[in-house]
């Protein structure tokens, strides 16, 4: 959310020219789109979901496509590797399914099916949510005031 707030406010924002985002969802979608235009020259979205079942609206995901973003479905992240004190790649490990027979959140994975994609950078766009801690109703103790005459 960092990345798009400072992109959308025209902050400067330095990005390597390989960038892999992780996410299945519209926020993912417009990391990897606004990654593109703000000068990585290649941009590769990897999520845990069958194209069918990402979340991101079609729409998105076409525009993504359209615009050079490649998308790798059915991934999920293992290891980060780095190399010289910095990234130099993710290791992926297969996910088979990412929702449990009730339909429950709860990717399974393929732990000796892996691949090392190699990459500059990493934008982890998952499980964007909105903090709305400040909305819980507080408690308050109210003191009777005894009138007095």
């Known amino acids: 959310m960092e990345f798009l707030r ?12 390989k960038v892999i985002v992780i996410g299945g969802g519209n926020v993912a979608i417009d990391v990897a789109l606004t990654a593109l235009r ?3 020259q290649d941009v590769t ?3 845990l979901e069958k194209r069918e079942e990402m979340p991101a609206w079609k729409y998105e995901i ?3 496509l359209e615009e050079g973003v490649k998308i790798v479905n059915s991934w999920g992240p293992k290891r980060f590797v780095e ?3 910095k990234i130099a790649g993710i290791e992926f ?7 449990d027979e009730k339909g429950a959140f709860n990717p399974s994975y393929d732990e000796k099916t892996v691949t090392l994609m ?3 950078g ?5 499980g964007q949510a909105g903090d709305l801690s400040f909305t819980q109703a507080k408690r308050w103790r109210h003191k009777k005031r005894r009138s007095g005459g």
Not at 6 to 17: E, F, I, K, T, Y
Not at 93 to 99: A, I
Request: with cysteine; charged share 25%.
């Open 6 to 17: 400072d992109a959308a406010l025209g902050n400067p924002v330095s990005l390597p020219r």
């Open 118 to 120: 190699e990459t500059e």
């Open 83 to 85: 190399k010289g004190g």
């Open 45 to 47: 979205l990897v999520c």
């Open 122 to 126: 990493a934008i982890i766009a998952i």
């Open 38 to 40: 703000k000068g990585a």
């Open 62 to 64: 076409d525009e993504a």
């Open 93 to 99: 490990k297969r996910c088979t399914s990412v929702f």
